[in-house]
């Protein structure tokens, strides 16, 4: 699995994850403003008239430039794969944790019940509690949570959907950015579940 790089606007904002093709070709076209982290990957070219051969160091996190400002998206797409990550692959109703073919998005308030099918009103949930609550309210059941759902916001979210390939050096950067709450000891760099 290849490392990928991450994509900033001038502002320093994390907008998403490129491959090293995609930097390679805002670096010919000198949108790239400012870089941090290592590099990622060498890109070598042609040799010129004077025996010289091109080369392109891509770092790890790139700012690039533009015409107007790239904003970040105000609201993540929610997708399972991030949403277990968000919940570090645990279920939210035992405290579990189970692989990710184990485990099913539950809505905290039913959406037959007219609930929304959004980051606030979803959690993780292994089978066996999702069958148990059903279409049923908490207050309803004897089942509580054992977190609040909450909206990631765009560093979280780059770091939820490529925790299994994201680099230290994209990390400390992307922790900077994360809410207060999840600065410490939330979504561990190798995208394994912290030891409870």
Known sequence: ???????????????EWLSWEEAACLY??????WTLGGVVQTVRGGVNRSGERSRLDLAAIIACGGERMARPRNRPPLTNRALFARDEHTCLYCGSWFPLRELTRDHVHPVSKGGRDAWENVVTACRRCNQHKGNRLLQDIDMELLALPFVPNAAEYLALINSVR???????????????PRQVGWLLADGMPKAG
């Open 28 to 33: 010919v076209r000198d949108l790239v403003t």
């Open 1 to 15: 699995m290849q490392a990928q790089i991450l994509r900033l606007n001038l502002a320093g904002q994390p907008l």
């Open 166 to 180: 994201i680099r230290g050096d994209q990390m400390e950067f992307l922790r900077g950015q994360f809410s207060r």
